[in-house]
């Protein structure tokens, strides 16, 4: 810690908040990468995404401002490096959930960098794996419940078909908010409630507070352990234009901040933030939100 107390923030290498890497030492929670983008259906490059958060990170200090916790002394955060990647989407979506799995068993919850959405499905395998059926909170502009997008099954619009299917996720407890955009099918999003799930799409989001649905979100979640998963494409692409599938009238920032810190007291046992892509992102704004994210992230996992 002694780098961070003297050293400008600006210095050293680029770990996320310039926290300490792992070594052998007991974790409570870790930021792990995975630069992997081979689901992406549009425009890729997200795989330099957790580099780009990473850079973005380097003013993230550690006291929380609203609840005046230290997060990073709480619970013993780490950068946990980044989860290796296959060939092709099988076997990188093995061998991520392999290194994931690998961290949850020394009782680490991860926090990831993506990346495209495809890497919830391995999160949510090896997160299940220790904990059991898991209640999710998805904030993104698209449902990605489909059952297959041009002849795939798996990619970044079918992950959490995929972990319904698999009985990773209890659908009871799972809940999508801010979906927007136009559809592909108009029984798209009727599916996904088909599947079992509550979907608040963003022309009904957008009546209510974010206190007002965050604490619908904490009651659909219950008490059980639960996944928070955060697709940059919830904000509008004023706040996240770095993002590989933008849709027009999304949440602000601060909004999307704000509903993460009213899921406070929820047993988070892991999350992401995904789909930064730092080719759109000239200005790095979308980074140094998704960097924020993580952070709050971050703060859910070590207080759960």
Known sequence: MLRMAIQPRYTGRATFA????LQDEPCAAGIIGVPFDQGASFRPGQRFGPAAIREASRLIRPVHPVTGVDVFAAGSVRDCG???IGNDIMSSIEVIRAYIAAHVARGIRPVLLGGDHTVSLPALRAIAQAHGRLGVIHLDAHSDTEDALFGSRYNHGT???????EGLVDPARMIQIGLRGSLSDAGEWDAARGLGLELIP????QRHTMAELAQTALRR???GPVYISVD???CDPAFAPGTGVPEAGGFSSRELVEMLRGVRGVRAVGGDVVEVLPAADPSGITALLAANIAYE???LVSAA
């Open 232 to 234: 940059v494409d919830a």
């Open 297 to 299: 992230l971050l703060a």
């Open 18 to 21: 310039r926290l300490p890497e």
């Open 202 to 205: 963003m022309h009904e989001a």
């Open 159 to 165: 992950p959490f078909r995929r972990a319904i299917e």
């Open 221 to 223: 979640a219950g008490s």
């Open 82 to 84: 980044d989860a290796p």
